[in-house]
């Protein structure tokens, strides 16, 4: 469904992608994990041709996004910081979004109203509290009923009902055979939602693995202890995880 191949991005001197070269398919969960600054964010900008790679390519569908921007259609997005007019309405900025996409067909507005937006729809995106904006985001990017959702740390910020509200709908979408790209820095959240880990570390792909696969290889049931050990371990290093050519030698 996505082919990344050689992706290379740099911020001045700071090689923030670095031939980054991976293949997403459609009924993955794929939790894109790595320390701060190890490159998610500008990954997944890539992808959404918010950010111009220096080199490689991107194929959605087998279609390079460089030649056009149609395949945006598919994905739907949410951001780490939804930034929206302040004056704007929750009702006015839906509205927009479905001017903006040309139709209310084939809408799923089952977040809208388990979040209970309509009650708040008269509210300005100034007023809102932090979660309550970051619900706005969550159902935007499932509104137009994406084959590809990207969620960039969808639960931070929520309450708890709010954020298990939010993960039943990612499983959900997952079962229907979407392609779901998500990161989060909370390994619990990530564990029930994950079908492949996807491993940055300075702009480069440590490895690609089946969660089952991890979890059975380390002997951990959790998330965050199997990669932990993956990446700490000195024989799961040497064997499984891809080292910078200046530490072979
Ligand atoms: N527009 C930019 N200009 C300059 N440097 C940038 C820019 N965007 C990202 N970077 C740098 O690129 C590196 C990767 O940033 P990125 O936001 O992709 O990391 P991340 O893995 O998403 O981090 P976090 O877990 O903190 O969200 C960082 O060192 C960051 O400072």
């Not at 927009?96 to 008269?122: C, T, V």
């Not at 380390?218 to 995880?241: D, H, P, W």
């Given at each position: 469904?996505?082919?990344?191949?050689?992706?290379?991005?740099?911020?001045?001197?700071?090689?923030?992608?670095?031939?980054?070269?991976?293949?997403?398919?459609?009924?993955?969960?794929?939790?894109?994990?790595?320390?701060?600054?190890?490159?998610?964010?500008?990954?997944?900008?890539?992808?959404?041709?918010?950010?111009?790679?220096?080199?490689?390519?991107?194929?959605?569908?087998?279609?390079?996004?460089?030649?056009?921007?149609?395949?945006?259609?598919?994905?739907g997005y949410m951001p780490?910081?939804?930034?929206?007019?302040?004056?704007?309405?929750?009702?006015?900025?839906?509205?927009?979004?479905?001017?903006?996409?040309?139709?209310?067909?084939?809408?799923?507005?089952?977040?809208?109203?388990?979040?209970?937006?309509?009650?708040?729809?008269?509210?300005?995106?100034?007023?809102?509290?932090?979660?309550?904006?970051?619900?706005?985001?969550a159902?935007?990017a499932?509104?137009?009923?994406?084959?590809?959702l990207i969620l960039d740390e969808p639960t931070?910020?929520?309450?708890?009902?709010?954020?298990?509200?939010l993960?039943?709908?990612i499983?959900?979408?997952?079962?229907?055979?979407?392609?779901i790209l998500l990161t989060s820095?909370?390994?619990?959240?990530?564990?029930?939602?994950?079908?492949?880990?996807?491993?940055?570390?300075?702009?480069?792909?440590?490895?690609?693995?089946?969660?089952?696969?991890?979890?059975?290889?380390?002997?951990?049931?959790?998330?965050?202890?199997?990669?932990?050990?993956?990446?700490?371990?000195?024989?799961?290093?040497?064997?499984?995880?891809?080292?910078?050519?200046?530490?072979?030698?």
């Open positions: 469904m996505i082919d990344v191949t050689h992706l290379c991005k740099a911020f001045g001197s700071l090689q923030a992608l670095d031939d980054l070269t991976v293949s997403l398919r459609a009924g993955q969960s794929v939790s894109l994990i790595g320390p701060n600054g190890s490159g998610k964010t500008t990954f997944i900008k890539c992808l959404l041709g918010m950010v111009v790679p220096d080199s490689g390519e991107i194929l959605f569908q087998g279609e390079n996004i460089r030649n056009g921007w149609a395949y945006r259609n598919a994905i780490q910081i939804g930034r929206y007019p302040d004056n704007m309405k929750i009702r006015q900025v839906f509205d927009m979004m479905k001017d903006l996409r040309n139709g209310s067909r084939n809408l799923d507005e089952d977040l809208i109203e388990a979040f209970e937006l309509p009650n708040l729809y008269n509210k300005t995106m100034q007023s809102l509290s932090g979660g309550t904006r970051q619900k706005v985001s159902c935007l499932f509104l137009f009923n994406p084959q590809v931070a910020g929520l309450d708890p009902v709010a954020a298990e509200i993960k039943e709908k499983l959900l979408e997952k079962r229907k055979g979407k392609l820095h909370i390994m619990s959240d990530l564990d029930e939602l994950t079908t492949d880990v996807m491993y940055l570390q300075d702009g480069k792909l440590q490895f690609f693995k089946e969660v089952h696969w991890l979890k059975r290889l380390t002997g951990e049931e959790k998330l965050g202890k199997a990669i932990a050990q993956v990446m700490t371990s000195r024989r799961f290093r040497a064997e499984y995880v891809a080292e910078p050519e200046y530490s072979k030698s």
